[in-house]
């Protein structure tokens, strides 16, 4: 269930979509939290990856997609969850994802399924969480945000991309709010974030080398 793919780095399969869990420092680091009914298999990967999920003491939300979110609802974790500051409404229920847009259309229907937290830290780009630097990643959400550690080498991409067949390829129109913001933000990221090798996908098989060239490639 749990496959480490660099020292201190593991990928949670949950079947279709990813999460992971990473050692930073003194976190232990939930990196999204798959379907709602995934928890038993989040559990389970933490377990396999030699813990147990009372020692997670931060989780990373990628973005508001009930396929990232909704194994939150029934985790019970005592960590604080760190959303990207215009997604992070979403998950506390102040707002409400817009039906004039195709994708906050479907969000709107998911979220009847999604959890509604109050322990949530708003992410701003360019916060600092332990190793991890955020960056503003929107287009596939409006609060999208990829994490990317240099120290570990390793970045959390979501659904900025997805991989195919060993490449990287944009979240794709149907998916998204906006694919043309979704390219802004793959071009963004390759100029502003350190190098690293582990690139981190919502789906797909996260890529152990050659990650920030991968990223790159994505835009063709």
Partial sequence: MAEELVAGCWWLDLGGTNAYLVEDGDDLVLVDAGMPWHADDVRAGVRDAGYGLADVTRVFV????????????????DAPVHVGAKDADFLTGRRRPPLSNRKGFFQRVTGLFAPTLTDVAYVADGDQLGSFTAFATPGHTPGHVAYVSRERGVAFLGDLVREADGALEPSPWALSYDTGDVRESIGSLVRESPAFDVACVGHGTPLVTGGKKALAGALG
């Fill in 62 to 77: 990628t973005h508001y997609d009930i396929d990232h979110v909704g194994g939150l609802r029934s985790l019970d974790l």
